[in-house]
Every structure is written in structure tokens, then in C-alpha cells.
């Protein structure tokens, strides 16, 4: 089937089989391998991206779904050299380990901040409860949830190795 | 970016810039030309005669390469074990299978949606026989799982297999005597330690590239030990070890899942040379769940003997291991690190007796912890219904026992050495910054308003660092793949021509930032800015003859022979600097990417300068090899011994059983700290796996062998909101077994917290009459357990 998405901005058309899952077609057709899999039933969040700003799990979406939709990955998420607020925060507060659920845990939190600025605890925890990390407790991934929204309102953050350094 | 580099400093890591932009390479996101896909057929039944497998419809479907089943590969023999006790695991099911998920074909596609619908079209016929899958029945051998094999590997009762390798001790030192005693108490309960899944976010995955011309293959594998796989490769072709090349690139997580070796690492290559393409295999979830190895599944009695003034006269425990199917990598010495640390901080009689039993499951192996996590359970869940049985604080009990730090070195009830604690000071910190009584005080004002809070305390001890080339003989070593290397580290240090830096190490890590902390040692040595060290780990053949990343042990091992290449490094530097300035080499001091000497700040040459000249020998003092690189291989004296005292507040809905695990405290002592931000990342995550064993997570075979837990739905991971914070310090007692002074950090968490939220839900019902829920402590099981203890 023909099918049109943008990607990152970027144009894509072509024809594809029917089953082919979204997250196959972003990660081998597209070699925007940051998108991962973890598991096959939408559940650990990995293949997170965001479908015209909403979260969807990539792995449970055919790519014929998403025909005419405008998608952003991690790979899009950064503002050229810039880091996005939400990547930075991951990087300031040790907000991964061994880095596989990453992206798609910064694609969830970078649309709940888009939608709430200023999240408490608890609304972040509820925000990030699709994505599972197995490496860091989410101790620290709340955490960097919290620096990116406070960067995000124009705050400084008063958390991470930044900060702590210059304390 | 942070440049600090200071040993003990918090420092971004140098492997997030890559992995937060989406740009980190994992094995699933390499792409060979020609590459073909492969899918297994797996068992859905555990315990089954093959009577026929039927594979021409496959075969036929276009697209589909290759089927291949046990006729094809059995002159290959076995998947290799380290410790090859017990049945090895077929590379494809000949015949039998053992267990619900064990592969009987491997199809090879274009892609892999061919190859999956290849996969639907291999009929396998089964005629099923009767599964063993309860302990207590493999145990009995009523039902044996292999034909001729008793189910019972082997006990570990300290009269095993070290035989010569260690003294033994006295299996039972008097216990039995102390219980006659008129004043003695005696405290026993059967308890399980549940069957878990380590569950690393990513799937496990290969790519195998056998290379006709050369005669050399190249697999890329999601591995936490990269050189044993390369050894299983190359034995099991017989081919030389160099000529392949295990690559582990980035990898998503371990925590002992990847501390194997796979028929998928082998069945690729084979396939890869049959069909002259690569060949890839990316494991699904629910393989990742019931065909890679699980963890734990123990039940067992602990018993203990004292008296009332919190004296513990003697600790026994029994316990059937569950084994699974099939041996894979250390399967029957996972119990033996548990017996390594059986006596916890405490010094008390101990006895102990560990049955190793197979069972129609799949295998187990280590998982965060192995076997060490169990070995705490039972004893911190028993010394806590001792405490209760005589009306004593259970801090008191745990202080009166423990071994003072005038003890150090401390024998084992096994034989081992200790290398250095203190134990009190480390609790009573804990129990300070806790303000225990005052939390005491606030469990008991709540519970007299009817609502229930619990406290939990467990210390713990963790053995790791291996380790002494002495235990080789104990299997410790990769000698099970053909290379009889003992768990030795390994690090090279190499100053480039432009005065930067590349260390490459023997570890395989998945997370836990060893870029980081090894550039951190090499940059306080050599003075090289972060940014200018490169830290390179996972080929088989380009890094040094290395064992991988388990056990906690990299730090105390890859990280000192990383340390001691540095030295060599820094001692060459100081004299070519010395001759460069006019100076004594003593003299010379390493600062700010250069070297000046002491006290005339300006008297300086840059790394650039002092690499400069050592490729080019003419420029150096005369008789000096050109060269700036140093290797070094760490063979510890001994393992390193961690400690530490964790807390948790959980309160009990009496309604549901519903726990909300309030607040959780630890207080962890690795040593000295090279990140403190890594380290603390480390114990977040252990943590986080030992509260998910003590409250939602168990892998579930019903009585026929059926696995009933294989998504990520079934099997109930805990998410963001399961969690609290975690409120972590830690007290630092350096070992003496490297010249770092550092201990290992990464399995302490999980050892140390299951049992610290069970004694907490434990705490919160015994005024109700209940003395032990098994865990999961899932809301169904806590609340029938208070019905019950209401009658």
C-alpha cells in the first residue's frame, strides 16, 4: 500500500506491505533505529514516538495507520546541535543506564511536558508509567523529567551534576 | 561538559550524548549486506517425544532459506557450560524436549516476517509425556526429567567439589548440641524464593557473519561476555579463538540474562557458513521470557537456635534449588554464592545444605545477585521471627551478633575470607539518619488508629570482585569454552601520538557506565582532560583477553589492572617529560593535560609534546623504547566484601492487601567511590528489582509445565508509579584486596531489599498473628493472609 508520512520533518513515500508495523518501517526502511524494541505487546514503551504530538507505541501501529501523519522520534527531538530540555535532563541527572528504554522514555516525558509544564512528582510517575526502565528505578528519570520542565519554564534547574558541581 | 575528573567527583557520562539522541548502536540496529533473518520453532510442551518434524511446506515457502533442526547441527554437540553439571542443552531439541519454549527448528529467511511465516509451516508432531515441575516432586525423583539422571544434581553441604581447593569447616558446628539446651529458642519457617525474570528492556540479539575467504567468523551479540562467547564459537567449530570476533556493542541491559552462552550465537554462525550470508536472530519477549535464563526459585527452611538475650547459638538452612531443564553457564554454582555469604554479617554457627534439582522449566542462572539475594532472604526473614519470638528489637538481635571490625579478616562459614567491615557503625548510621525510634513511635500511634505500617531492616553482605585465579579450580573461569583463563581484569592505557587517550578493557558492561569511570581513573592518573580519554570494551578481539561484566565485579578487577596500566603509563611519561625539562623524573607532577615540575608551575611540556616524542625515539633519553602504552592483568588475592543496612515503611491496607511501600533507606558501603552518581544510579536500580521480587514480580509454570508468564502484562514489572524515592548515604570502608580500595556495587541493592519490604509487611500484620507471606506480596495473597490470621 502507498503510503506518506512525515518523519522529523522529513517527507517519506513509498510502498508498503500491509503488516509491516510501524516501528520496522521507522527503524529498517527508514534507519531511524533510535526507536527500539523491547517487547511486542505495546507495553515497555521503547518504540515510543509521537504520532501529529500524541505518545503511541510504534510496535502495535501498522505503518498504514500512520499514513499522512506527521511522527517525531528521538531522533528528531533536539533543535540541531541543541539538546532538547528533556534530553538534557536525562544526561544532568543520570536519567539512563544502559540507555534502551531511553528514547522512548524521553519521547513520553517530552509530551507530558508539552501538555503539563509544571508536573508534580506524582503526575510524572503517572506520565511515565507506559515506559518501563529496567536499569534505574526511575529515581533518577523523575528527576530529569523535573530539570527538563524547570528549563522548559525558563527556570535553572536546581538539580543535577551542573548544579551539584557548582554547589 | 564537566571536565572534572578527580576520583570521587560526579561527572556526566561520556555514553549519554550518543544514546539520548537516538544514536546509539545495540546489536538490532546493525545491518549487514545479504543479511537473512532467522525464527525459531519452540516447544509448547515441556516434557514431550519429537515423533515427527515436517518441514517441507517451509522449505518451499518463497523466501525461506533454510530449516534446520537437531539432524543438522548434532555433530556440533551441546550448547557449552562453564560448570557442566547436569545435561547440556541441545543446540536444537533431538528427539525430546524438557521444557515449554525449547527451540526444535530454526528457519531462515529473507526477512523476518518470511521467516516467522516459515515457522507457522514446520509441523512438529509431539507425543507428551509427564512434566515435573513442583520442587518437592523433582526432589523425590518420583518422575525423573532426564531418563537414568537423578533430578538431584548435587547438594552443596560443604563436603562437595572444593574438596582440596578451600579448608572445609564443620558442616553443622554444634547446632544441633546448642538446641538441648534448656534456654535455647528455636525458630524455623519454610519460605520460597520465587522464580524471576531478569528482564533487560532489550531482547537479546545476534548477527553472524562467517567470512568463507578468510576463514573467520564475526557475531555481533548482546553479551555481557563477549570472550566466552568467542570461546563457545570457536571450540565448537573447532576453529582457533582467533578467529572470531565477538562483538558486544552497546547493550540494553544484563543483569545476568547475557551472562550465557546461546544456541542462537552458535545456530547463527552455523548458518551464517552454511548459507554463505549473515544471518541475524532478535529474540521476541516472550523468548526473552522462557528461553533465556531465569532466576532464583528456591524453596527452603531456615532455622534458628538462640536465646533470649539475642544470642544466635546456630543458622541452618535447607533448601531445593531449582536448577531447570538444562545446565547453561554457572546454573549449579548459583547456589554456591549463596553459601559464600550464608552467614550474612553475623558470626554464628552456620549449616547449610543446598539440593541443585532439575525440573521441565527452563534454566536458571544468575540473575542480579545470584544466589546471594537468596541466601539473604532466609537469613534476615528468620533472624527477624527470632527477634519477634523473644520480644527484641530486631536491630539489637542483628547488632549482638554481628562480627566486630577488630575481626577483619573474617573466616566464612565456608571457608572464605572476609576482607573488611564495619557492620555496626554502618547500621547505626542507617538507624540515625532514619530517627528509628521516632519512626518506631509513628508506626505504633498509626496502627492504634486500626491502620497498619510496618518498619523492615535487613544488612546484608555481598561477596564479589572475582576473582582470585586460586577459584579457577572451583569454576571460575571460562575453561568451559576452551579458554582456561581465570576471572582475570585486563586493561590497556594508550596515550596517542596527539596526546589523547584510548583505554580498552576486557569488561562488558550494559549500563554501567564504565566509560565513565574508567576514563575517571585514567584521567586522575595521567592529568588527560575526560573529553580526551576514549574508553573502548566488547571485541573479542581487539580488547584484552577479558572475562565480561557480572558479579559486580569489573571495578575491583578490570578497574585496578586499568589503574596499574595507568602507573606503567605515568611512569614512563615522568621521564620523558623529566628529560624534556630538564628535571628528575620524581620530580615531575601530572596536572591540566600536561606535566610540570614541582613547585615551577611554568616549567611545563603538554601530553601533545610528551607523546610527541615518544613516537619519535630519536627525541627520547637514550635507550628508551619509543611508545607511550602500557597493558596490565589484575589477579585479586581475594573477592571484596560489601555491606550494608537497608530500611522500608510500607503500610497495608486492610481492605485490599494492598502494600504502598512509603519510604525506603539504605546505607551502602562498596568502599571508595570513584562516581558517586553511578554508584547511587546502581543501588536506585537494584532496589528497584529486589522491592519488584518482594511485591509483584514471579515467573509462573502451571503443573504441566505450561509457562504462564511471558508477557510483560502477565509478568507485573514495576512501573514509575510503583516506586518511592530512595534515600541513599553510605559509609566507606576500602578494602585492602586492590590498591583502589573499591568493592563493587552493582547487585547490592537487590541483595539487600527484598527481604527489607517483606520483614516490613511482616512487621506491619504480626500483631494480627501473621508470621510469613511468601512472596510476591501482591494484594490478593497479604490480604488472605490476614483473613486467615483473623480465623
Known sequence: MQVHITVNGIDHGGDVEPRRLLVHYLREDLDLTGTHVGCDTGYCGACTVLVDGRPIKSCTMLTVQADGSKIRTVEGVADGNQLHPVQEGFWECHGLQCGFCTPGMIMSSVALLESNSDPTEAEIRHGIEGNLCRCTGYHNIVRSVQYAGAKMRGETPALGVTAEASS | ?791
Open chain 2, 1 to 791: 561538559m564537566s571536565t572534572t575528573s578527580v576520583m570521587g567527583g560526579i561527572v556526566r557520562r561520556k555514553e549519554d550524548p550518543s544514546l539520548i539522541q537516538g544514536k546509539g548502536i545495540y546489536v538490532d540496529d546493525k545491518k549487514l549486506h545479504g543479511e537473512l533473518a532467522a525464527v525459531f520453532v519452540r516447544s509448547p510442551f515441556a516434557a514431550a517425544t519429537i515423533t515427527s518434524i515436517d518441514a517441507s511446506a517451509a522449505r518451499a515457502l518463497e523466501g525461506v532459506h533454510a530449516v534446520y533442526t537437531a539432524a543438522d547441527v548434532r555433530h556440533l554437540g551441546p550448547t557449552l557450560a562453564q560448570v557442566a553439571v547436569g545435561t547440556l542443552r541441545p543446540l536444537l531439541a533431538d528427539g525430546v524436549v524438557k521444557h515449554v519454549g525449547e527451540a526444535v527448528a530454526m528457519v531462515v529467511a529473507d526477512d523476518r516476517y518470511v521467516a516467522q511465516d516459515g515457522a507457522d509451516l514446520v509441523y512438529v508432531d509431539y507425543d507428551p509425556g509427564q512434566a515435573v515441575v513442583d520442587l518437592k516432586e523433582a526432589f523425590s525423583d518420583a518422575v525423573k526429567v532426564h531418563a537414568d539422571q537423578s533430578n538431584t544434581l548435587l547438594t552443596w553441604n560443604g563436603n562437595a567439589w572444593w574438596e582440596g581447593v578451600i579448608d572445609l569447616p564443620d558442616p553443622s558446628p554444634g547446632i544441633q548440641e546448642s538446641k538441648l539446651r534448656d534456654d535455647a529458642v528455636v525458630v524455623s519457617l519454610e519460605m520460597i524464593n520465587q522464580r524471576l525474570i531478569p528482564t533487560a528492556i532489550e531482547p537479546r540479539a545476534v548477527i553472524a557473519h562467517w567470512s568463507a575467504g578468510y576463514g573467520s567468523v564475526e557475531l555481533w551479540s548482546s553479551s555481557q561476555i563477549p570472550h566466552a562467547v568467542a570461546g563457545a564459537v570457536a571450540t565448537t567449530f573447532g576453529i582457533p579463538s582467533n578467529k572470531v570476533r565477538v562483538i558486544a556493542p552497546e547493550v540494553g541491559g544484563g543483569f545476568g540474562v547475557k551472562l550465557n552462552v546461546y544456541p542462537d550465537e552458535i545456530l547463527t554462525c552455523f548458518a551464517s557458513r552454511e548459507l554463505e550470508r549473515p544471518v541475524r536472530w532478535t529474540e521476541t519477549r516472550r523468548e526473552a521470557a522462557y528461553s533465556s535464563i531465569q532466576g532464583r526459585g528456591w524453596i527452603g527452611t531456615a532455622t534458628i537456635t538462640g536465646t533470649r538475650d539475642g544470642t544466635i547459638l546456630g543458622y541452618e538452612l535447607e533448601a531445593i534449588c531449582d536448577m531447570g531443564a538444562y545446565t547453561h553457564n554457572f546454573t549449579v554454582a548459583i547456589p554456591l554464592l549463596g553459601l559464600f555469604v550464608a552467614s550474612g554479617q553475623y558470626d554464628i554457627p552456620t549449616s547449610y545444605k543446598l539440593h541443585c534439582v532439575v525440573t521441565n522449566t527452563m534454566t536458571t542462572d544468575a540473575y542480579r545477585g545470584a544466589g546471594r539475594p537468596e541466601a539473604a532472604y532466609y537469613l534476615e526473614r528468620i533472624i527477624d521471627a527470632f527477634s519477634r519470638k523473644i520480644g527484641m528489637d530486631p536491630a539489637d538481635v542483628r547488632k549482638a551478633n554481628f562480627h566486630p571490625p577488630e575481626a577483619f579478616p573474617v573466616q566464612t562459614a565456608i571457608g572464605l575470607t572476609m576482607d573488611t567491615g564495619n557492620y555496626a557503625v554502618n547500621l547505626d548510621s542507617l538507624l540515625e539518619r532514619v530517627g528509628y525510634e521516632d519512626l518506631k513511635a509513628k508506626r505504633d500511634a498509626a496502627r492504634s488508629e486500626g491502620r497498619l505500617l510496618g518498619i523492615g531492616l535487613s544488612t546484608y553482605v555481598e561477596v564479589c570482585g572475582f576473582g582470585p585465579s586460586g577459584l579457577a579450580g572451583l569454576g571460575f573461569s571460562w575453561a568451559g569454552y576452551g579458554l582456561p583463563t581465570a576471572f582475570n581484569g585486563s586493561g590497556v592505557v594508550r596515550v596517542q601520538p596527539d596526546g589523547t587517550c584510548t583505554v580498552t578493557i576486557g569488561t562488558g558492561p550494559s549500563g554501567q557506565g564504565h566509560e565513565t569511570t574508567w576514563a575517571q581513573i585514567v584521567s586522575d592518573g595521567l592529568g588527560i582532560p575526560m573529553e580526551n580519554i576514549e574508553v573502548q570494551h566488547g571485541d573479542s578481539l581487539d580488547s584484552p583477553m577479558g572475562v565480561g561484566t557480572f558479579g559486580s565485579r569489573s571495578i575491583a578487577v578490570d578497574g585496578t589492572a586499568t589503574f596499574e596500566a595507568t602507573q606503567r603509563v605515568k611512569a614512563k611519561a615522568a621521564l620523558i617529560a623529566g628529560h624534556l625539562l630538564e628535571a628528575a623524573s620524581e620530580d615531575i607532577l601530572f596536572a591540566d593535560d600536561g606535566a610540570h615540575v614541582a613547585g615551577s608551575p611554568d616549567r611545563a611540556v603538554s601530553w601533545g609534546e610528551i607523546a610527541t616524542a615518544a613516537y619519535q625515539p630519536h627525541t627520547l633519553p637514550e635507550g628508551m623504547e619509543g611508545g607511550l602504552e602500557a597493558s596490565a592483568m589484575f589477579s585479586p588475592s581475594n573477592a571484596t566484601w560489601p555491606f550494608g543496612s537497608h530500611m522500608a515503611l510500607v503500610e497495608v491496607d486492610p481492605q485490599t492487601g494492598d502494600v504502598d511501600l512509603l519510604e525506603y533507606w539504605a546505607t551502602d558501603d562498596c568502599g571508595n567511590v570513584i562516581n558517586p552518581m553511578i554508584v547511587d544510579g546502581q543501588i536506585h536500580g537494584g532496589i528497584a528489582q529486589g522491592v519488584a521480587q518482594a511485591l509483584f514480580e514471579e515467573a509462573i509454570y502451571d503443573s504441566d509445565g505450561n509457562f504462564l508468564t511471558g508477557t510483560m502484562i502477565d509478568y507485573a514489572l514495576p512501573a514509575a508509579e510503583s516506586l518511592p524515592m530512595f534515600q541513599l548515604d553510605r559509609t566507606v570502608t576500602p578494602t585492602d584486596v586492590n590498591p583502589l580500595g573499591v568493592k563493587g556495587i552493582g547487585e547490592a541493592g537487590t541483595i539487600g531489599s527484598a527481604q527489607t519490604v517483606v520483614n516490613a509487611v511482616v512487621d506491619a500484620l504480626a500483631h494480627l498473628g501473621v508470621e510469613h507471606i511468601d512472596m510476591p506480596l501482591r494484594p490478593k495473597r497479604v490480604w488472605q493472609a490476614i483473613q486467615d490470621a483473623r480465623g
